[in-house]
């Protein structure tokens, strides 16, 4: 028995080798027009096997361009869209710039990071203490991602002033306390996380 891994490779393996097959059969028939007629059959006999797809704006110009890369661009005839070129299928992507700084405290990430370095910029007013207080519930909310506990109020002053060097500087009666406190069910979840790290009492 003659199995698929010793075929040779297939260039699109979602059309199946039967598919193949056609295209291979295409490449040795003599008459342009009748290789011509061959490979719009082809065409649609392979449209048929996405009828999901068929909405799409540029399907019919894919299929072409399939049926070029399946015959490794050597079917000579008449293609009504202009086919991807075989130089274009081998080209590496763009580089992506990614950002290489130094984050500070990675549990808050890099956006709340550049929202202190803004707050430190800006003129002392209300826009600039309400950004703070902002920050200060954001810096809660990411640390808490991290500690299912709890966070205090302290814990966040502390790291605020390290970012910014001392330039901002708060007290505990400067931000609401309630919004910052921990809600009643992580404060349940902390009371359960401490029940179960108690020894157990020996009978």
Not at 33 to 62: H, S, Y
Request: proline content about 5%; hydrophobic content about 35%.
């Amino acid at each position: 028995m003659k199995y698929n891994t010793q075929e040779r490779h297939l260039a699109l393996p979602e059309y199946g080798r039967s598919v193949q097959k056609m295209v291979d059969h295409a490449l040795t028939i003599e008459d342009r027009d009748e290789r011509q007629r061959c490979a719009n059959t082809i065409v649609k006999i392979m449209g048929n096997m996405f009828p999901l797809l068929k909405d799409m704006p540029d399907f019919k110009q894919k299929l072409w361009d399939h049926l070029a890369i399946m015959s490794d661009f050597k079917l000579d005839i008449d293609y009504p869209y202009e086919v991807v070129r075989p130089d274009s299928l081998h080209c590496n992507p763009e580089r992506i710039p990614y950002a290489n700084g130094r984050i500070r405290y990675r549990h808050y990430g890099r956006l709340l990071e550049d929202l202190i370095h803004k707050a430190v910029e800006m003129p002392e007013g209300e826009e600039r203490a309400q950004l703070i207080h902002l920050i200060a519930i954001q810096m809660r909310k990411n640390f808490i991602t991290w500690n299912k506990d709890s966070v205090e109020i302290r814990k966040l002053i502390t790291d605020l002033e390290d970012y910014t060097n001392g330039a901002i500087s708060l007290r505990e009666e400067d931000l609401e306390i309630n919004e910052l406190q921990p809600t009643a069910a992580q404060r349940h979840r902390a009371a359960m996380a401490q029940q179960r790290r108690r020894p157990a009492r020996k009978k």
